[in-house]
């Protein structure tokens, strides 16, 4: 059973748009997300992180929001560039540095 | 990702035979991870370590062994390799209150 759940295994969006990249979980007592990304024969890299306790971080061109309600979060990347392509994986915490992962979406920006 | 550093990077075994994975960091953080990731699937957590000389299991921890005799080092073993292992397996590491840092991952192939 998927706690945390990437639905699009792919994206593609046009440079200098917005990316949105969605992830649910069903786990109420997950209380830190993180946003993680991946390029090809590499390790994930962390991007950007909300605690339950918000509903918005950002960091420059990413922003992640959280709706505690829907148990949905969702990750902006504004204005999107080429070195953006990649897989991006979304991760929640339980408080016990364990994290659950999504599947991923693959970004693609096209120039 | 210089401060985490997987050992071998490819390889290939062959059904019952044993190898052992090496995750070396130099960041002098307490937490260890090793994560296998196989195809539309999310990283799940085999074991990790939460200090020196201590190690417990994660999601998927059949088939592997693992031991952390030194803070630096974290290794993963499996005794007798089969197909259903063949994977990209990740090793993190995480200081206090930090993300989880990875390195580049090692692509093992059991055929």
């Known amino acids: 059973d998927q706690q945390v759940k990437q639905n699009s295994p792919s994206l593609s969006v046009q440079e200098g748009r917005i990316s949105i990249l969605n992830c649910d979980y069903t786990?109420?007592?997950?209380?830190?997300f993180l946003w993680y990304k991946k390029y090809p024969a590499e390790g994930p890299t962390f991007l950007i992180s909300?605690?339950?306790i918000k509903d918005k971080n950002e960091d420059g061109r990413f922003t992640v929001f959280l709706n505690k309600s829907a148990k949905h979060l969702s990750l902006h990347i504004v204005p999107s560039q080429p070195g953006d392509s990649a897989v991006y994986f979304c991760?929640?915490?339980?408080?016990?540095?364990?994290?659950?992962w999504g599947a991923g979406t693959k970004l693609i920006i096209k120039p | 990702n210089a401060g985490v550093t997987q050992t071998p990077k490819f390889r290939v075994l062959k059904t019952g035979q044993s190898m052992t994975l090496l995750c070396a960091q130099d960041?002098?953080?307490?937490?260890m991870y090793w994560y296998r990731q196989d195809p539309g699937m999310g990283l799940r957590l085999i074991h990790y370590?939460?200090?020196?000389?201590?190690?417990a299991k994660g999601e998927v921890p059949d088939g592997y062994n693992v031991s952390r005799l030194k803070k630096q080092n974290f290794l993963l073993g499996l005794e007798s390799a089969a197909p259903s292992q063949t994977s990209v397996y990740f090793c993190?590491?995480?200081?206090?209150?930090?993300?989880?840092?990875f390195g580049d991952g090692t692509r093992l192939s059991i055929l």
């Open positions: 993190a590491t995480q200081g206090y209150n930090q993300p989880q840092h």
């Open positions: 960041m002098n953080h307490e937490y």
């Open positions: 370590s939460v200090g020196e000389g201590t190690t």
């Open positions: 786990n109420s007592m997950f209380d830190y």
């Open positions: 909300i605690s339950s």
């Open positions: 991760a929640a915490s339980g408080g016990n540095y364990q994290l659950i």
